[in-house]
């Protein structure tokens, strides 16, 4: 629970960033978690999030809600067995996704190598 929490603290703290700074996705986790302090976001400190995107979401190509900006640095073992991991999308979302191959297939799909 509080890490899909800190994935939706963290996606408000992105898409309320680029709202207020025309657009532009916030350049580092570090702006992220003082984003979240100024807007009332807790993080509980329980995942540690990776920058996994870098450039203008106006140069994106596919829709926001499908290109991950954020990711957590480590997976963890869900209640089914499968390894999890927390996303937060260009679009300010966030997605818990479940992979069998270390999110090698999800990732080559969602993730804009620069």
């Known amino acids: 629970m509080f890490r899909t929490a800190d994935g939706r603290n963290f996606g408000l703290a ?13 350049s580092s986790v570090e702006e992220v978690s003082a984003y979240c302090a100024k ?14 995107f870098k450039g203008s979401p106006n140069d994106l190509k596919l829709p926001r809600g ?10 963890w073992r869900a ?3 499968k390894m999890a991991r927390i996303y937060v ?12 191959d270390d999110f090698q297939a999800w990732e080559a799909e969602h993730i804009i190598a620069r």
């Open 66 to 75: 499908t290109v991950a900006v954020f990711r957590e640095r480590e997976a």
């Open 89 to 100: 999308m260009a679009d300010g979302s966030k997605q818990t996704i479940l992979s069998d």
């Open 39 to 52: 807007e009332h976001l807790a993080l509980t400190g329980t995942n540690q999030f990776e920058m996994v």
């Open 14 to 26: 992105c898409a309320t960033y680029a709202v207020d700074h025309d657009g532009r996705f916030p």
């Open 79 to 81: 209640p089914n067995g």
